[in-house]
């Protein structure tokens, strides 16, 4: 019954289309951001972490990466304290090292957004390749594909990325290792993460394989590489940025996970993961804000990333609405 | 319109002057606007439209299965007399299985799949009438066998999967007739259907429904249907009923210009013409319902009076018509035009 | 909509006689409908097979008009995708005007695309057939673009305003996208990229079974005012007893893989032979209602993958006879110009 309305809509409006614009802006998307509070919240929190990463060394008052600019003799430093002997200003106090929370959380998370960002893209692209052809090609390619994926999917992610981590570990010189955690890390969460990607983009694919338009670029007798690139890809990926959102959330655990284990960032670079390991020994000596602001940090930002990812999920398929 | 139910028994539904709104963020639709119609024991009325006329949406008002944000704004619903647009949903929910009956295009959405057909029938036997479970066996048994169903002994503990697409929609009809509801709504119910399965399931609700007395309302596209089962037809058009009379006139002798173009443009078997009839256009937008007559940019008889004022249903011939042509007092001329000389040579 | 106003209004009924354009020979297709290899093991399933067609022979001259009917499950919409080479060949032999295309399935490059732009293929649902993220002129214009490269851009743009025209819409719907449309505006979209290479022969699948009666009148005015104008070939796929009459000059009716009867469409509907066709045709809804019960037909279309054995139709015919259920009839021309495969029409046993 409702189709029916939706069919009549169907029919061309008589006006002129609006600019890019103002048809963004009249559409849906927006239309359900702006009634719902949370999702505007989770906006603005996630804006605000980007921008604070994105800016971090003109922001920060201090460069927690570099030993020269630490004063020991500030350690500890309680929160919205100023030092008597340096004069510094600590927002969020600073840890044993004299380093400022403040700068390190900016910086961390300038690490964990990275690393997330670019583990998401590689899962991505990974799978959503691997898909494309298991859903396209099937037979004994889909077959491979999807029992590689089903037997990885039998291990926790976490496990996984340990996995991948060590194994890589044990390859490179030890005198690398710190130069190379971030390459290392990256990977190691997307080789945990294709499966995902791929499993969705086979289902969106083998879909859209067998709808009429393919099939008319198929008797139009178009190359397979034709029809794969520009009327299958663009029509599956949909579903893919969507995972891709809430995948970010993910990632960015999973680094924060690997590295408070101990095997992600290297102290001197610390991430908000590592940033958490090392504020756990103070936890019960007084010095809480060395652990709680990186935790606060880490928390706001996987929330408002999965509450985006949610959002856009059930705003992106009609089934839901 | 007149408000004397066909023949002297009260009418089992009697819809007034209903609307049905939906309210979009960027205006209200006006889905149904001014619906009036009669059905009387024993009668079947054929609602027939396009995709787009309100004709499913009248069924789901009736049984207040509309999907929201739509909602009935203006109207009566009476069943058996008794107003029930206005009933809560928890008073509505006992007179669905027990006094309407419904029945939908695809069967495998009206049976549950994890339980077997005996289950189901039973369930709904006793849920709506004093039986016990081993009555409620028997009875369902019976109406297997009422609604042909091969060796229905063997058939009670199989599930919905296990049947085909016509025993499925014969399934569908057992259970819509279990509690003898006074009116069943049919929506489709041949559309998911071979031709050849189509007459049967056709014949097989005509007949038990005749048996019954119960009122059907039969929602449907398809001309052919409505020509072969229904006793009167309702014409939709755009959210408003256009016409509605007995099945022979309004088939035979259509009156709204709109049904005179629907039935020239239906291919026939009878004769051969080289051109099929065409209604230039489409059926309007929800948003863009001109005024007026709703048909009148596609209508070659529009007049200036067509644009800006809406026909009621006037009496024309044998049925009822809303168009300005069967105005008593003032009829607006015919035009000749390629819809006549077309003519419905039917 | 449609501003075509043909100038015609006589017969077009031609090329009973015309050079054959298509000819299929034994043409079958059958899927695996097995259970995974694990499953079958695990279970002791045999392997499944769909004959989805087996053995259908046919020829359409040029110019004409040949219909496939049957319920679902007949394997016409799979003999339409075996000749455009959606599907390739279990079985069988295709030509077309004088060259082989039974392996065009599985050919590309230049020279199979010579032949593929020959013919084209409309499909049944409008708001699948589109991709609904290209815009409309893109779309119509996707054929130029791979087939004639050297066409400037200008000049394809130019073409697809001219076929949007031809099929009742306006040069400036090229820019619109395909969410726009209606069901039949989207079903002239189709036809108008299936018209871009201006192709010999068209095989409609279903091509109004998803559009209203209004609309579908307009759709298939349409198809016939094109194929007046080009001098089109098509291959018409339907359900529809009725729109098949209208469209026909002959027709094929199919059974579960199989053609039970071709005859041309006014012998058909005059004096149909195979009891199927019989059937069929009693079985469509009369506008004239009164009077003319349908008649009953009893049963079901039975599951392609097990079917009956001899002539499918056997457990549904009421002539059927041990012959019947045991040997696979053959289609046998008849001095009328039918072929039916039917052991009782042979026999003469009925009419």
């Known amino acids: ?321 | 319109m007149g408000h004397k139910p066909d023949g002297e028994r009260e009418p089992v539904l009697s819809v007034r002057r209903l609307r049905v709104e939906f309210p979009t963020r960027h205006a209200t639709l006006v889905a149904l606007d001014d619906v009036s119609f009669d059905i009387a024991p024993g009668e079947v009325l054929g609602v027939v439209g396009e995709s787009g006329a309100g004709k499913s949406m009248t069924g789901n008002a009736v049984i207040q299965l509309l999907e929201p944000p739509g909602h009935i704004a203006g109207g009566e619903i009476r069943l058996m007399g008794r107003r029930i647009d206005d009933l809560a949903e928890e008073d509505f929910v006992p007179l669905r299985g027990r006094h309407i009956g419904m029945i939908f295009q695809d069967p495998l959405t009206s049976l549950n799949p994890l339980f077997s057909i005996g289950d189901q029938l039973v369930e709904t036997l006793r849920a709506h009438l004093p039986m016990s479970e081993k009555q409620a066996r028997g009875r369902a048994l019976e109406l297997l066998t009422e609604v042909g169903i091969p060796a229905p002994e063997t058939r009670l503990d199989s599930y919905p999967h296990q049947f085909s697409g016509g025993m499925r929609q014969r399934v569908v009809i057992a259970l819509a007739l279990a509690a003898e509801p006074e009116l069943i709504i049919a929506d489709e119910p041949t559309t998911a259907l071979d031709v050849s399965v189509q007459a049967q399931i056709l014949a097989l609700l005509k007949r038990v429904c005749a048996e019954r007395g119960a009122a059907v309302m039969l929602v449907t596209h398809d001309m052919g249907v409505i020509a072969e089962t229904a006793d009167r037809v309702a014409v939709m058009y755009a959210g408003r009923l256009i016409e509605i009379g007995p099945v022979k006139e309004v088939i035979g002798h259509p009156r709204h210009p709109y049904t005179e173009g629907l039935m020239a443009s239906i291919p026939g078997l009878a004769e051969r013409r080289e051109r099929l009839y065409q209604i230039e256009g489409a059926m309007p937008r929800l948003a863009a319902i001109p005024p007026g007559c709703a048909f009148n940019p596609r209508c070659p008889h529009a007049a200036e009076r067509c644009r800006t004022e809406r026909p009621e249903l006037l009496p024309a011939g044998g049925s009822r018509a809303a168009c300005w042509l069967h105005d008593p007092d003032n009829p607006l001329p015919r035009r000749a035009s390629a819809g006549d000389s077309q003519e419905v040579a039917r | 909509m449609s501003q075509i106003q043909p100038a015609h209004t006589g017969p077009t009924r031609t090329a009973e006689s015309g050079e054959v354009l298509l000819q299929a020979t034994d043409l079958a297709r059958h899927f695996d409908v097995s259970r995974p290899w694990l499953n079958r093991v695990l279970e002791r399933a045999e392997k499944l097979s769909l004959k989805a067609v087996d053995g259908v022979s046919f020829t359409i001259r040029r110019g004409e008009t040949v219909a496939l009917v049957g319920e679902s499950g007949c394997g016409k919409s799979t003999v339409a995708r075996l000749i455009v080479g959606l599907y390739g060949l279990t079985r069988g032999r295709l030509v077309f005007d004088g060259q082989e295309i039974s392996d065009l399935a599985g050919r590309s490059g230049r020279q199979a695309a010579a032949i593929r732009q020959r013919f084209q293929m409309i499909f049944q649902d409008p708001y699948a057939s589109l991709n609904p993220l290209w815009r409309v002129g893109t779309i119509i214009g996707e054929p130029l673009r791979f087939f004639r490269p050297e066409m400037g851009a200008t000049d394809r743009h130019r073409r697809v305003g001219e076929l949007l025209e031809q099929v009742g819409m306006s040069a400036a719907d090229a820019l619109r996208y395909p969410h726009e449309f209606s069901g039949g505006q989207r079903q002239r979209i189709s036809i108008a990229r299936a018209l871009a290479n201006e192709p010999e022969f068209m095989v409609c699948d279903e091509p109004t079974s998803a559009l209203d009666v209004s609309v579908q009148a307009q759709i298939l005015n349409l198809m016939k005012d094109l194929q007046q104008q080009y001098g089109l070939t098509y291959l018409f796929i339907s359900h529809d007893m009725a729109v098949v009459k209208h469209m026909a000059d002959r027709i094929a009716v199919m059974y579960l893989g199989r053609i039970a009867e071709i005859a041309p469409a006014d012998q058909l509907f005059a004096t149909p032979h195979h009891p199927y066709s019989r059937m069929l045709l009693a079985a469509v809804p009369s506008l004239e209602g009164e009077g003319r019960e349908r008649t009953t037909i009893e049963g079901e279309v039975p599951n392609p993958v097990h079917p009956p054995s001899g002539c499918a139709f056997h457990p549904r015919c009421p002539h059927a006879n041990a012959r019947c259920r045991a040997e696979v009839p053959a289609l046998i021309a008849r001095s009328d110009g039918s072929e039916v495969a039917c052991h009782a029409v042979e026999e003469g046993r009925i009419g």
Request: hydrophobic content about 55%.
């Open chain 1, 1 to 321: 019954m409702s189709q029916d309305v939706q069919r009549t809509d169907a029919s061309p409006v008589a006006a002129k289309p609006p600019g890019a614009l103002r048809t963004f802006l009249a559409s849906d998307i927006v239309y359900s951001w702006k009634r719902q509070p949370v999702v505007i919240l989770a906006t603005l929190v996630t804006l605000t972490m980007f921008a604070g990463a994105l800016f971090a060394p003109w922001i920060a008052p201090q460069n927690p990466f570099d030993p020269i600019e630490l004063e020991l003799i500030d350690a500890f430093s309680p929160p919205l304290t100023t030092s008597d002997f340096t004069g510094n200003f600590y927002l969020l106090g600073s840890d044993s090292q004299g380093r400022d929370v403040f700068s390190a959380i900016l910086y961390g998370s300038r690490i964990s957004l990275l690393v997330g960002f670019a583990a998401v893209l590689f899962a991505l692209a990974l799978g959503t390749a691997l898909g494309l052809m298991a859903g396209f090609r099937g037979g004994w390619r889909d077959a491979l594909i999807m029992r590689i994926a089903d037997v990885q999917l039998t291990f926790p992610s976490i496990l996984m990325a340990l996995l991948i981590f060590g194994v890589i570990r044990g390859f490179l010189p030890r005198s690398m290792h710190a130069e190379v955690a971030i390459i290392v890390l990256i990977v190691a969460i997307g080789l945990s993460d294709w499966v995902q990607y791929a499993r969705a983009v086979r289902g969106a694919t083998m879909v859209e394989k067998g709808k009429e338009y393919v099939q008319a670029a198929r008797v139009i007798g178009l190359p397979d590489h034709r029809i794969l690139f520009q009327h299958i890809l663009p029509n599956v990926m949909r579903p893919v940025l969507v995972i891709g959102t809430i995948g970010l959330a993910l990632a960015i655990i999973a680094e924060a996970t690997l590295s408070f284990l101990g095997v992600g960032m290297p102290a001197t670079q610390p991430s908000l993961g590592t940033l958490i390991r090392v504020g756990q020994d103070y936890m019960f000596s007084g010095e809480w804000w060395i652990l709680l602001f990186p935790g606060v940090a880490l928390l706001l930002l996987a929330l408002s990333v999965n509450l985006l990812g949610d959002w856009l999920r059930d705003v992106l398929n009609p089934k839901l609405r």
